[in-house]
């Protein structure tokens, strides 16, 4: 596609529900990066997928959280048991990986905006 | 850990006035974005900046990264409505072997008409 899009764009769920997020990065583009955005917290890296390996999962707050990539593109995001401190806008990311960040631009989608109950 | 500051938090200016907004890291900057986020949208790429001393200008707005301040300024002249938004900086860190984007908590700003 021509940009990184997200899936679903809003979600309200209960608290204790399982939700999945999902991701599709621009076409070619290897690296994928999600992030959290909580109000007064800024973003704040959660995962980062190289191909389908996740090399840094050094952000993910619980065991809650997991994430994977499937064909080197599409990528869930699940939360377990969600709580109402899960509640944020999920943006996912992605870039060429040729060179890393400081030369490749990275593009976010529009983001999740989870809501818990 | 590397931690980006950002200056002001808020801004309100009215259109057609210039405006400037800072980002201060703790350690040296290798690689600065500035990206521009509306609400309920993505984070919309500006401008990325790499050498010392660079400044680069899309339209209205320009930016510079200052090494040796570890500090970048965009800068806005000519302010429009559509400029409004939240303007966040993000440097490229290397931890735990692999790279990624730390942001400051941004700027938000209003332009009056």
């Known amino acids: 596609g021509a940009g990184v899009s997200q899936s679903p764009s809003n979600k309200v769920t209960e608290k204790g529900k399982d939700v999945e997020l999902r991701c599709d990065p621009i076409s070619g583009h290897t690296a994928l990066y999600w992030y959290r955005q909580s109000l007064g917290q800024g973003l704040e890296f959660l995962i980062y997928?190289?191909?389908?390996?996740?090399?840094?999962k050094s952000g993910l707050p619980s065991d809650r959280f997991s994430a994977e990539r499937t064909g080197g593109s599409v990528s869930t995001l699940t939360i377990q048991r969600t709580q109402q401190e899960d509640s944020a806008v999920y943006l996912c990311?992605?870039?060429?990986?040729?060179?890393?960040?400081?030369?490749?631009?990275?593009?976010f989608g529009a983001g999740t905006r989870l809501s818990v109950l | 850990s590397q931690e980006l500051e950002q200056s002001p938090q808020s801004l309100i200016v009215q259109e057609g006035k210039n405006l400037t907004i800072n980002c201060t890291s703790s350690k040296t900057l290798y690689g600065l974005y500035w990206y521009k986020q509306k609400y309920g949208e993505g984070l919309i790429f500006l401008m990325m900046?790499?050498?010392?001393?660079e400044e680069k200008s899309h339209e209205k707005i320009t930016a510079k990264l200052d090494e040796k301040k570890q500090q970048s300024s965009l800068h806005i002249t000519a302010s429009q409505p559509s400029h409004a938004g939240i303007y966040l900086c993000?440097?490229?860190?290397?931890?735990?072997?692999?790279?990624?984007?730390?942001f400051g908590k941004g700027t938000k700003l209003t332009v009056n008409p």
């Open positions: 990311a992605s870039s060429l990986e040729v060179g890393g960040l400081a030369k490749n631009i990275q593009y």
């Open positions: 993000g440097a490229v860190i290397t931890q735990g072997g692999s790279e990624k984007l730390v």
């Open positions: 997928f190289q191909g389908n390996s996740a090399p840094d």
């Open positions: 900046l790499q050498k010392g001393g």
